[in-house]
């Protein structure tokens, strides 16, 4: 009998558990850093922002930029136009996306698949090629530099996402239950909002999620669709970037600021995100 066998595979299997770990440690410490190293820096004082060699610990915490931004009407202006603007996209977006995507699941028509694909190519398309037909559209509706030219450019492009997603939680609910509430006397509208709703809850709730991160984090529209009392959080933070000077000091705190939402909202639903996630991998 061999009684080194054991001990080595005791061995191997200890250093594979610690290379794991290792692995693992360095992968999140590389994709928390960027955002540690935020934090800290929305801290610091200009001096230690730009003294080389980089300064990673304080040496003394300062919370004045924070108070700059909240006192900043401006600043808080954008934060509220974010959430306005990001708030009504992921509902319209949302609604209209149920309802088009029940569409494409549940009912046959001609050209259903083309309908359906074209609205999906759509989603391939790169805003830059959309900035300046957009730009025209809202000049001459007159929803240029509007909540409303914004939220109905943003649908433009996170409605075909909703369509996507939320087909595929439709075509994986059996037909069976839908067929059955309508024999129970359930009119089609009904049948969504009672039995369909309900069973895709999880996979809307991570739909809605991932729009109103992209509405929030969008730049480029924004920055070319709104002025100065619309403007929202990313473009508004881009501001601090001047000709004579940047303003380091209060970009890493407005950055820590504009996170806080999405944060907040992921955590909160994060249930939910999962979930819905998985459902969509295993499908």
């Given at each position: 009998?061999?009684?080194?066998?054991?001990?080595?595979?005791?061995?191997?299997?200890?250093?594979?558990?610690?290379?794991?770990?290792?692995?693992?440690?360095?992968?999140?410490?590389?994709?928390?850093?960027?955002f540690l190293w935020l934090v800290l820096s929305s801290v610091k004082l200009p001096v230690e922002l730009l003294?080389?060699?980089?300064?990673?610990?304080p040496e003394k915490l300062t919370f004045k930029y924070y108070a700059n931004l909240f006192e900043n009407g401006s600043?808080?202006?954008?934060?509220w136009n974010s959430l306005i603007v990001a708030g009504f996209t992921t509902?319209?977006?949302?609604?209209?996306?149920?309802?088009?995507?029940?569409?494409?699941?549940r009912l046959k028509f001609p050209g259903r698949k083309a309908v359906f694909l074209t609205i999906l190519g759509s989603q391939m398309l790169p805003q830059m090629a959309l900035?300046?037909?957009?730009?025209?559209?809202?000049?001459?509706?007159?929803?240029?530099?509007?909540?409303?030219?914004?939220?109905?450019?943003?649908?433009?492009?996170?409605?075909p996402?909703?369509?996507?997603?939320?087909?595929?939680?439709?075509?994986?609910?059996?037909?069976?239950?839908?067929?059955a509430s309508r024999i129970d006397g359930c009119t089609r509208l009904q049948s969504i909002f009672r039995i369909m709703l309900p069973l895709s809850a999880t996979g809307l709730t991570a739909t809605g999620v991932f729009v109103f991160i992209g509405a929030w984090n969008e730049f480029l529209l924004a920055s070319v669709l709104t002025d100065s009392g619309s403007r929202t959080l990313p473009s508004r933070i881009s501001e601090f970037i001047g000709q004579d000077r940047i303003a380091y000091e209060l970009m890493f705190p407005a950055g820590v600021i504009s996170?806080?939402?999405?944060?907040?909202?992921?955590?909160?639903?994060?249930?939910?995100?999962?979930?819905?996630?998985?459902?969509?991998?295993?499908k």
């Open positions: 009998m061999n009684y080194t066998a054991t001990p080595r595979r005791t061995l191997r299997r200890a250093l594979k558990g610690i290379l794991v770990r290792v692995i693992s440690l360095s992968l999140m410490l590389y994709v928390l850093f960027p003294s080389r060699p980089p300064v990673i610990i600043f808080m202006t954008a934060v509902l319209l977006s949302l609604v209209l996306g149920v309802f088009a995507s029940y569409v494409f699941a900035l300046i037909p957009l730009f025209i559209l809202m000049r001459m509706s007159g929803l240029l530099y509007t909540f409303q030219g914004l939220v109905l450019a943003y649908i433009t492009f996170s409605l996402y909703v369509v996507w997603m939320y087909y595929s939680f439709l075509q994986s609910l059996p037909h069976e239950i839908e067929e996170c806080i939402p999405v944060l907040v909202l992921v955590l909160y639903f994060q249930k939910y995100i999962v979930q819905g996630l998985t459902e969509g991998g295993v």
